[in-house]
């Protein structure tokens, strides 16, 4: 009996086991079968997305892709495809899906190339730089690293440097005729005349090249314009440029300012032209109506775009340019109406703008502040958002709003530095001393080896009596480090008179040589420090030269307290003798 009921027991528990474990193979298999079936259609949905691409149908790419990479995040190829797709439709997303593509896959130099190029695109300096980076030392010997080196340096206007990249990228890639190209374009921005001149013999010899003959005629028809060179010619070149395969729609453009610009009794015809190819894209369609508002065309731009169908005229990024032509005739109803009640998607922040601007137009000071309100807090979030805004508020005159979304700014580290440059220079046009002392406060704490910073600082600090006993131990550390700077001397000079040490400021000054001191603003500081003592010729002198001086308010209170002091002490002697 208990033999049976053993074995009976042994069946039960193969038999537990047995459906146990079929239990975890149909699991294992759905589950295996669900990441099957999910790699399988994140594939079939990549391919769709790059057959949208190649069509030119960026939104649905954009879509599909995405959905590929719902399902399966490690799928590089839609990341790229996203990233690609955004970048052409001037989507600014574009850097955040380059970004991803290069995560997942370190070692691309081609995904770290395209995060270059597109960050450069959007300004982001910081990100390009950091991607440069991030390169090995093996991937930097490669031409595909100095042509990324190569497009940083140009962005920040170093041609020597971009020059020395691009001819490094063709000695890398000798058969690569586009490194010719773009070093010839590069040498047609040097101070050098025969490197100029070579530049042009690379081109025209470039110029029947059935792949670059058209970014070559339009690189010599670019320098032309910037050199103010034959008109004839460069309409000529232009004309030439709008018949081949490679030409695009910014060449018909540039061919039409030409055609404006010389009055040419072609101009209209090609105008009517240009109106007829740009509602194909409404990238085109948004470029011809802002080129039309830079030249004093809005009512003809509206007129147009009146007459195009609105699914059409509702696509970004027309609305925004259609705004700009109401504003710019001062038609304030209808930038309203353009405004109001309607969505711009992931733009709205822009339209909150336009609208804040038509109100403010039509006087209704406090609905135009709320909807000022609503863009900055949309804006708020992206750095790319609120650089925009700073960039349509700059162009309409908005002091107030474009230096707070500038403070806005400086909270993301990818743009912190660029905005605190360019709220330096709106104070300073400004003469806000409080203001540059604000922001060569933030600047100081990002780069404490910018000794500029750090002897402005210095200035603006005992200018306003701010912390004085930091700005002398700075405009001390500035003037060691350099003290044959003029401008460093005149602080450390201005920081040891306003102790009461008149002496040794002079001291300091007359360690410069006298071009050094014929400087207006240095000029203006020594001759307040000359009124002090009782040299009235000399202290006159020099003050007469800082009159040319551009002095902060602070300043031009100590420049013309020396002047009163001065003209006591001629008068003294006046009447003392």
Known sequence: MEVTLQKIERSYIKLSLGILLGFLLLIFLCWGGWHFFQGWQAQRLTHRAAAYLNAGDFKSAILTARHAFQLDPQKTAAARIVAEAAERSGDRAALDWW?????????????ALAVVRCALQMGDLVTAEKTLGHFSE??????????????????NKNVGEAEQHWAKAGELAPNDKSYRLQLAACRLASPDLTKRQSARVALEALRHDEKLGAPAIRALILDGV???????????????????????????????????????????????????EAPSRPSELATLLSWMNKNQMSLLAIDFVKGL?????????VPAVLADSY??????????????????????FMRHACLARAWRGLNKDVPAQTEWDAAEKQAATQSERLSSLAQMVSDWGWNLETIEVLWALTKFSDKKTDALRNLYVRYSAANDTQGLYRVLLRLNESDSSDFDVKNNLAQTSLLLNAEPSYGRKLAEEVYRQNSSNA?????????????GDLNRAIKVMQSLTEE???QPAVSAYYGIFLAGTGDVGKARHYLELGEKARLLPEEKALFDQAKRRLQSREAAVSSSG
């Open 99 to 111: 970004r991803k593509a290069l995560e997942l896959e370190p070692s691309s130099n081609e995904d």
């Open 309 to 317: 169908p609105n699914e059409l005229a509702n696509k970004w990024p």
């Open 327 to 348: 504003a710019r005739l001062g038609d304030w109803k209808a930038l309203e109406q353009l405004t109001k009640n309607v969505n711009w998607g992931d733009f709205d």
């Open 226 to 276: 910037a050199r103010h060179q034959d008109a004839e010619q460069l309409r000529d070149l232009s004309k030439e440029l709008q018949s081949l395969p490679g030409a695009i729609f910014a060449d018909r453009m540039l061919y039409l300012e030409i055609l404006r610009e010389q009055r040419d009794p072609e101009f209209t015809e090609t105008l009517t032209k240009v109106e007829k």
């Open 487 to 499: 401008l460093y001397a005149t602080t450390y000079a201005y920081a040891l008179y306003s102790n």
């Open 138 to 155: 093996r991937g930097k010997q490669t031409a595909v690293y100095h042509v990324a080196a190569a497009q940083f340096a140009q962005a």
């Open 516 to 518: 050094q001191l014929q």
